[in-house]
């Protein structure tokens, strides 16, 4: 069974910067298209960041271009989003997801993938 578990939350200031962390177990992300979602406060989970298969290519949410990057260490079998220039509004429960689902194109649609971790709180203060 596959096992994500993000790390890497926590408070920061607007302006900072974070990185987080999703550790898979039984997988490796060269193999599976992997992404990041969040869920603030009253909101609907939304995509953030995706890859597809082989680190071919990435996806963003408009919210987070230019800010955020995802990338993959296949040898550590982990997944990573470093957080840049972190607004107010970026505060939320981040969610690492996978899926075997092969596709060229990364997708956003949260019910695609079928392999959640168990999220990591980040707040950002003004």
């Known amino acids: 069974q596959v096992q994500l578990v993000e790390s890497g939350g926590g408070l920061v200031q607007a302006g900072g910067s974070l990185r987080l962390s999703c550790a898979a177990s039984?997988?490796?992300?060269?193999?599976?298209?992997a992404g990041w979602f969040r869920r603030a406060p009253g909101k609907d989970r939304e995509f953030v960041a995706g890859?597809?298969?082989?680190?071919?290519?990435?996806d963003y949410a408009d919210s987070v271009k230019g800010r955020f990057t995802i990338s993959s260490d296949n040898a550590k079998n982990t997944l990573y989003l470093q957080m840049n220039i972190l607004k107010p509004e970026d505060t939320a429960v981040y969610y690492c997801?996978?899926?075997?689902?092969?596709?060229?194109?990364?997708?956003?649609?949260?019910?695609?993938?079928?392999?959640w971790g168990q999220g990591t709180q980040v707040t950002v203060s003004s």
């Open positions: 997801a996978a899926t075997a689902t092969y596709s060229t194109m990364v997708r956003t649609t949260p019910t695609v993938y079928d392999c």
């Open positions: 890859i597809s298969w082989s680190g071919s290519s990435t």
């Open positions: 039984t997988l490796t992300f060269n193999r599976y298209m």
